[in-house]
């Protein structure tokens, strides 16, 4: 059980109505993790994905000599969605930014979301959506960003 009411404050979840916040509220737990708590770490199983509720957590990726921080991600946004779909392992380290209160949805109950309410799950698909475009947007940001460095490099 959570209480996910405040997703109604975002633009993105505008589509939500009181019986998909019910729904969710029902399946969903809730989860508080301290400033610097490792959350979940890079090439692990998923068996959830989250929503944060408050504060910020920040995405790392890994090498054996290097821990880089891909992006930092606030109140109302998801992670963890990605192994959730695809099966695959935990593609980041995902670290509290601060001290943060989150809803966890399990892989188990997103398919009972699937299965028995399926309005609500579409809903949740759709604001998964949106979250990816815009990450894919800041990807080609940032990777345009950095061919143009690069080429400006080779012609000096
Ligand atoms: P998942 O692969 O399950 O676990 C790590 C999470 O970090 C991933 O899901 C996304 O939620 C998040 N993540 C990974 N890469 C990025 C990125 N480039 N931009 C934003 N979030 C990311």
């Known amino acids: 059980m959570a209480d996910v ?9 505008r589509d939500f109505e009181p019986e998909d916040i019910d729904i969710l509220s029902k399946i969903c737990e809730e989860l ?5 708590e490792i959350i979940f770490k890079e090439g ?3 068996d959830a994905l989250f929503i944060i509720k408050k504060g910020i957590i920040k ?3 890994e090498t054996k000599t290097r821990k880089k921080l891909i992006t930092i991600l606030s109140a109302g946004e998801f992670f963890g969605e990605m192994a959730l779909i695809d099966g695959s392992p935990r593609s980041a380290t995902v670290v509290a930014g601060e001290n943060v209160e989150v809803v966890k949805l399990s892989t188990e109950n997103f398919n009972k979301l699937k299965s028995d309410y399926t309005k609500t799950a579409l809903k949740v698909y759709g ?3 949106k979250f990816m475009s815009y990450r894919i947007r800041r990807t ?3 990777a345009a960003s950095l061919l143009k460095g690069r080429k400006k490099r080779r012609k000096k």
Do not use: D
């Open 5 to 13: 009411y405040f997703l109604l404050e975002y633009p993105i979840y």
């Open 32 to 36: 508080k993790f301290k400033k610097n």
């Open 44 to 46: 692990t199983p998923g």
């Open 59 to 61: 995405v790392y990726k």
């Open 127 to 129: 604001a998964l959506l």
């Open 140 to 142: 080609t940001k940032k």
